[in-house]
């Protein structure tokens, strides 16, 4: 039955495990099907036309594997080509963009919100158009941080060269007077306590992946589309029913990231041509 | 005729620009067409099969276009998918590593030699093996250096960060013995002052660009390829004959950084889908 399909998730790499994990962490019931698109990654320099083409793909793809609603992990192709996205398939579609701006309006109290994401999000104004419904009072200063996805990809959130790297880019925001700050990237959250220390203890960090997990959650309880089986005793049933993992290129690599990110290496990991 | 026809030039993005250079100033009289695949830079971190596979693609397209010699100016193709681009086309190519070693072994006096590259031209031990041929004594110390590419995207090159990133990946080679160090990846030039500054200036930086003019001029004189218009006249008669640039996304972008490297903008570029 549809209810028992598993939910669908891509990125352009490994960022959009943040989002699996607060997902996998909020529906323990649910499978998944995750797909980075490591062949392609980066995504955040790349025009609208060519991020369209992309994530129209990975949807395609998706739902040809059978799932009941796909998640964009991925804020580039959340804000670029979500309606594209929508057109292509006939599941349930849910970006990371909007569920992030509401929990930004939500904590926010002096209504003056940073968003930091990568070039093509920021020249979306995604954000500042999605929190500008939510809250027309609201103030919205975004900067795009390209130098943050290598520094995580390569492994070096903590060091140094990030913590320069990330004084340059928001030296400015800390004393912009804005009270949250959206990590508007799924990469991100990786460097979490290096953003955290560039910009002081008083700014409250924004990650989307809890609001997406809980926006998937009420969007599957109003379409009765919730798993009926525990994931517990269907892993006893049926031994290879785990959650499954597509790259397009460099497994090994995917891998050993989401190693670190995960606590553990995926344990079906499939390299597909899209 | 064939001698007359432009040669073809491919790169993964921005970096192949500094062969371009110098091949226009060793053949002020040649065309050129230059492919940039900027949708699906970097080439770097991925693997074989793909880098394979985008090679051939972009190989087939500067063909289809009428060229009479292929220039592959991207490290990472030419380590990995040289011989199926030379199965692929017709026309003369002319990889960017063998002219690099050669020049390296020619300066080296102590034959201890270092190429920094990306991750995946270091796996492909391509740059040890062609200097292993050359110089049988000869020893070789590699590193790779992934976030040079971004930095010099940026525009970073000549930073505080960039110091100290080449700090953090050069230490070792500075008192490593070696007296030569290739820039194995076409976008390092970029950082050459920076790099420099890191491995003291007892080492002698190599870079491939003008090697690779030299090979490409001695091939078009062997096989009488040459053109034999001067280029200069042409222009005065055809106003639309001069250098052609393709990308396959983001042309502004990478205008931008093409008048950074060459001083001025490319007057025609054009973004083409491969």
Request: with cysteine; net charge negative; charged share 25%.
């Amino acid at each position: 039955m549809e209810r028992d399909l598993p939910i669908g998730i891509f990125d352009s790499g490994v960022g959009g495990l943040t989002v699996y994990r607060a997902l996998h962490e909020r529906l323990p019931n649910e499978r998944f099907v995750y797909l980075g698109d490591t062949a392609r990654v980066p995504y955040g320099t790349k025009s609208l036309t060519t991020v369209e083409r992309y994530a129209v793909e990975n949807a395609r793809f998706l739902a040809r594997h059978g799932t009941k609603l796909l998640v964009v992990a991925c804020n580039t192709a959340s804000a670029l080509a979500l309606p594209a996205v929508r057109r292509a398939v006939s599941i349930p579609v849910v970006g990371v963009i909007e569920p992030g701006a509401r929990l930004a309006v939500a904590r926010s109290r002096r209504r003056r919100i940073g968003v930091i994401a990568t070039e093509a999000t920021v020249r979306s104004r995604a954000y500042a158009t999605t929190i500008a419904h939510l809250a027309p009072d609201a103030h919205v200063i975004e900067r795009s941080c390209p130098l943050f996805v290598p520094l995580a990809e390569e492994g070096w959130a903590d060091t140094t060269v990030a913590r320069l790297v990330a004084e340059e880019y928001l030296e400015d925001l800390r004393d912009s007077g804005i009270d949250v700050l959206v990590l508007g990237c799924t990469h991100y959250p990786i460097l979490r306590r290096t953003i955290q220390q560039a910009v002081g203890e008083g700014i409250k960090l924004i990650e989307s992946g809890e609001a997406v997990a809980e926006e998937v959650a009420q969007l599957l309880e109003e379409r009765s589309l919730s798993a009926r089986v525990k994931r517990d005793e269907r892993e006893r049933r049926l031994g290879d029913d785990l959650d499954h993992f597509y790259v397009t290129d460099a497994a090994e690599r995917f891998a050993r990231v989401a190693e670190r990110f995960l606590g553990q290496a995926p344990t079906v990991l499939e390299a597909v041509e899209i």
